[in-house]
Every structure is written in C-alpha cells, then in structure tokens.
C-alpha cells in the first residue's frame, strides 16, 4: 500500500542552522495491515505521518502508493489522492467550532459535491455508529474530549478510505475512551482498511502487525 525510499525532510526554521526531522527513512506498510510508529516527542513520527498522508512534501527521497511515485504529483492531484484515499485523525481533534457535529463529520463531502441531505444521512450512521446518534446538533464546545475524538474518527471514516493515519489518537482523551478507540481502529482494520498509528501508547504495539520505532528522525 505504501513504500518509501530514503525519506528526508529538513527545515531551517528561520535561521542558518539545517534541522533533519527525519532521516533516510525507509519502510514498507503493507494494504491491510496494521502499523505502528513507537518513539518519543520529537523523534520524527508526526513529520512522517505527513508525507505519507500527502499533507507535506520530503526533502529528498520518494513515496510510493499502491505502486504510483506520488513524490511529484502536483498539488492538486495530491489533494484528490487525499479525498479518495485518505482518512486522518488528528492528536487535537481538529474540529470547526462554529459547525454542528453532523457538519463537521460530513465537511470532507462538500468538494465532492455531495448535497446537504446526504451528508447528513452519512453523517448520521457514523455518529450513531460511535455512540454520539443523539448529538448530530451539538457543537465541539458541547462535547467531551472523547465524543469529540470520536466526532474526528467519524469524520476520517466518511469518504470511506483505504488509508486511516492517525497522530496519537488516545493522548487527549481518558482510558476507557481509548479503549473503545482501539477497538474502532481494529474493527476497521478486519474490514480492510490500512492503518497507521504514531503513538507513545503501548497498547497498540499488542494489536499491531508491524510496529516502526523511531528515535531522533530514524527507524531503528
């Protein structure tokens, strides 16, 4: 599903001075399988989910998807590869504040084209899939850290990807709604889908299928 060859990804961040976030990275994720990046803050984990989630660009090195080289796709045809392909789920949740649950969990139809009556119904089956049915009005602001993490794995879910990425899933939410975010994650896992954790949480190196560890920008 996905393979890279010798990533790098280097910023100057405003000064002289060259930082490597990560370095000739090279790895194989296999399509429906379940990988995990295990490392600690700054070891480069969130800079790799990224470039293979399209949402940044290596320095150097290449990335391949389901075969194709998308290191020199344009960025619209990234943009398109995400829609299709792609589900995040983001550490901080990422939610719109002013949009109700249901709009927040459906936006990723809008550029599709998808009217308003049909987000909603799809909105409906995932959010009451996540035990959050009677919620679809609610805003952010209203919801728990955990419904709200489960607003965002409904939102990753609605294009139907092949693909989940997500960046430390349970770290702002309390033990028994990590569980349950563990369980969601398997399920989708034995229905086909691909997925690709970076957490420092140690439950999911148990479940996973290969588990990645990463220490000052490098697999070990």
């Known amino acids: 599903?996905?393979?890279?060859?010798?990533?790098?990804?280097?910023?100057?961040?405003?000064?002289?001075?060259?930082?490597?976030?990560?370095?000739?990275?090279?790895?194989?994720?296999?399509?429906?399988?379940?990988?995990?990046?295990?490392?600690?803050?700054?070891?480069?984990?969130?800079?790799?989910?990224?470039?293979?989630?399209?949402?940044?660009?290596?320095?150097?090195?290449?990335?391949?998807?389901?075969?194709?080289?998308?290191?020199?796709?344009?960025?619209?045809?990234?943009?398109r590869l995400r829609r299709e392909k792609i589900g995040f789920i983001f550490q901080d949740f990422h939610l719109i504040p002013r949009l109700a649950t249901w709009e927040n969990v459906s936006y990723p139809l809008i550029p599709l084209g998808i009217g308003q009556k049909e987000r909603l119904e799809k909105s409906k089956v995932l959010l009451e899939k996540m035990e959050l049915g009677d919620r679809l009005d609610h805003s952010p602001e209203e919801l728990s850290g955990g419904q709200q993490q489960r607003v965002a794995i409904a939102r990753a879910l609605i294009n139907n990807p092949k693909i989940i990425i997500a960046d430390e899933p349970t770290s702002n939410i309390d033990d028994e709604t990590s569980e349950r975010v563990l369980e969601l994650l398997k399920e989708l896992k034995s229905s086909g889908t691909t997925i690709l954790v970076a957490t420092h949480d140690a439950h999911f190196e148990k479940i996973a299928d290969v588990v990645y560890k990463m220490k000052n920008g490098r697999i070990e």
């Open 1 to 79: 599903m996905i393979r890279t060859e010798n990533l790098c990804k280097s910023y100057h961040c405003h000064t002289r001075h060259e930082v490597c976030a990560i370095q000739d990275v090279s790895l194989h994720i296999s399509k429906n399988s379940f990988v995990v990046l295990h490392g600690p803050s700054g070891s480069g984990k969130t800079t790799l989910l990224n470039i293979l989630g399209t949402l940044d660009r290596p320095t150097n090195g290449k990335v391949f998807m389901s075969g194709e080289d998308i290191t020199s796709f344009s960025d619209i045809s990234l943009s």
